[in-house]
C-alpha cells in the first residue's frame, strides 16, 4: 500500500503476526488523528464559505483548495492505511480505485504551494499589477492548471496498465501500492521523471519569490517580512512533502536496525509522513493569518457570536 504517492508508501505489508488489541490500537489512533485534523480543516472550509470577503481572495482560495486537497488526501491514505492492516491485500481494480485519488492529492500539494509562493510574490513586489494578476477568475484557471498537470502524470498509468496487464490482473488481490499496480517499466520511469520535474520546479519558484521578497524585506516592509517566513513554512512543507519518496528506503534501514519494531516502524511513520503534514497548513494561514484567524476559532471552538463587522477586514500579504 503505497500509503499515498508513487513511492510513499511502505513497499510491502508487515507480516509480523499480531495481536487484536495491537491492531484495533493502531486503527484508532490514526482514525483518530485523521479525523480531528479533517475536523479542523472542515472548519476552515466552513469559514471560507461563511463570508464573501474571503471568496473574493486569491490567497483564501488557493489556502482553501490546499486544505479540500489535504482532506482528501488524508482520507484516502487512511483508508489505504486500514485495509492494508485488516486484509493485507486487495483487488487491484479497487485498489486503483483509491491509489489514484491520494496520487493526485498528493502531487498537487508542492504545485498549489508553489502558486501560493507566487501570489506572494506578486502580493509584496509587484502590488499595483495586484489586482489585474490575481483575480478569482485567474485562480479557479490556477487550480485547474494544477489538477491538470497532477492528471497527467497519473492517468498515463491507468492506460499502460490496462495495455500491459491481462483483464485477470484487475481481479486478482494484491498488496495496495502504486508500485504492486503500476509496476510497468515505463510507469516506473515516467514516474521518477514527473517527480523530479515536479520537485525542481516547485523549489526553483520558492528560491526565486523567498529571494526576491527578502530583499523587499530590506525595506523594513512588515508585508514583505511575514510574506518571507510564509514562503520559509512552505518550503518546510515541501520537504515534508519530499519524505514520502524516501519512505520506502527509510522504512528497509529502519526495519534492518529493529526488526522487532517493523509494526510500530510502519504506523509511527505513517503518522509523520502522511498525517502530520496535513497539519502544517492549518498552522499556516488558520492561526497565523489574523483576518482568518478572528473567524476560524469561533466556529472551530462552537462559539458562534458572529461580528457583522468582518467585512471591515483588512486582507494583508501573509
Keep these: 500500500m503505497n500509503f499515498t504517492l508513487g513511492n510513499s508508501n511502505l513497499t510491502g505489508p508487515v507480516n509480523n503476526p499480531d495481536t487484536l488489541i495491537s491492531v484495533v490500537g493502531r486503527i484508532v489512533i490514526v482514525v483518530v488523528l485523521g479525523t480531528s485534523i479533517n475536523y479542523i480543516n472542515a472548519t476552515m472550509v466552513h469559514t471560507f464559505n461563511k463570508y464573501q470577503i474571503f471568496k473574493m481572495n486569491t490567497r483564501y482560495i488557493l489556502?482553501?483548495?490546499?486544505?479540500?486537497?489535504?482532506?482528501?488526501?488524508?482520507?484516502?491514505?487512511?483508508?489505504l492505511y486500514i485495509f492494508a492492516t485488516i486484509f493485507n491485500t486487495i483487488y487491484v481494480s479497487f485498489c486503483v480505485l483509491l491509489i489514484i485519488p491520494a496520487i493526485l492529492t498528493t502531487l498537487n500539494?508542492?504545485?498549489?504551494?508553489?502558486?501560493?509562493?507566487?501570489?506572494?510574490?506578486?502580493?509584496?513586489?509587484?502590488?499595483?499589477r495586484y489586482n489585474y494578476i490575481c483575480t478569482v477568475r485567474r485562480t479557479y484557471i490556477v487550480?485547474?492548471?494544477?489538477?491538470?498537470m497532477s492528471s497527467l502524470s497519473v492517468l498515463p498509468?491507468?492506460?499502460?496498465?490496462l495495455a500491459t496487464e491481462p483483464l485477470q490482473f484487475l481481479n486478482s488481490r494484491v498488496f495496495c501500492s502504486r508500485d504492486n499496480v503500476f509496476k510497468s517499466?515505463?510507469?516506473?520511469?515516467?514516474?521518477d521523471a514527473s517527480h523530479i520535474l515536479c520537485l525542481v520546479v516547485v523549489w526553483l519558484t520558492l528560491f526565486y519569490t523567498y529571494i526576491r521578497i527578502m530583499f523587499a524585506a530590506k525595506a523594513a516592509n512588515a508585508d514583505a517580512k511575514k510574506a518571507r517566513n510564509t514562503l520559509l513554512l512552505h518550503g518546510f512543507q515541501v520537504l515534508l512533502c519530499m519524505m514520502v519518496y524516501v519512505q520506502p528506503m527509510l522504512f528497509q534501514v529502519l526495519t534492518n536496525l529493529f526488526p522487532e519494531g517493523q509494526?510500530?516502524?510502519?504506523?509511527?511513520?505513517?503518522?509523520?509522513?502522511?498525517?502530520?503534514?496535513?497539519?502544517?497548513s492549518p498552522l499556516v494561514y488558520g492561526l497565523r493569518d489574523k483576518?482568518?484567524?478572528?473567524?476560524?476559532?469561533?466556529?472551530?471552538?462552537c462559539t458562534v457570536t458572529i461580528n457583522n463587522s468582518l467585512k471591515t477586514i483588512n486582507i494583508t500579504p501573509s
Excluded: G
Excluded at 63 to 79: G, K, R
Design 291 to 301: 483576518s482568518f484567524r478572528k473567524s476560524f476559532t469561533r466556529y472551530l471552538l
Design 263 to 280: 509494526r510500530y516502524i510502519y504506523i509511527v511513520m505513517f503518522i509523520i509522513i502522511q498525517i502530520f503534514p496535513r497539519l502544517v
Design 157 to 161: 498509468d491507468v492506460f499502460i496498465l
Design 143 to 148: 487550480i485547474a492548471v494544477i489538477w491538470a
Design 185 to 191: 517499466t515505463y510507469s516506473l520511469k515516467k514516474r
Design 63 to 79: 489556502f482553501i483548495h490546499l486544505v479540500y486537497n489535504d482532506m482528501i488526501q488524508l482520507t484516502t491514505s487512511i483508508s
Design 109 to 128: 500539494t508542492p504545485l498549489n504551494l508553489a502558486f501560493m509562493a507566487a501570489e506572494c510574490y506578486i502580493a509584496v513586489c509587484i502590488p499595483l
